[in-house]
């Protein structure tokens, strides 16, 4: 299978086509790719979509029962919410020093 993604000139629209098939535009997507030591993460849609599509991701490895991929998205999950924790344990420091 060959999957192509079109960017429009001016970055705004993209678009996707499947084995040479006619692009569909795309409204939300997320690629996450490593090819050797570079990796690309393009994400394109408003947050409230492109998080549909990560929930949907995780529905789908419990629904299809890809443990591994499902147990791996609870992990970094664990890890955004400890990394969001401590951003506000250190906003609130900050706000305290100044305050004081």
């Excluded at 192509?4 to 569909?24: A, R």
């Excluded at 030591?37 to 629904?63: K, P």
Aim: with cysteine; proline share 1%.
């Amino acid at each position: 299978m060959k999957i192509e993604i079109h960017v429009s000139d001016d970055k705004k629209s993209y678009s996707i086509s499947f084995d040479g098939g006619t692009p569909v535009r795309m409204d939300n997507f997320i690629l996450l790719t490593k090819e050797g030591e570079s990796t690309r993460n393009l994400v394109f849609g408003n947050a409230e979509n492109v998080g549909r599509l990560l929930y949907g991701l995780y529905v789908n490895c419990w629904r299809l029962q890809e443990t591994a991929m499902r147990d791996m998205i609870e992990l970094v999950a664990d890890d955004i919410l400890d990394v969001r924790g401590k951003r506000n344990r250190s906003s609130r420091a900050t706000i305290r020093k100044f305050l004081m």
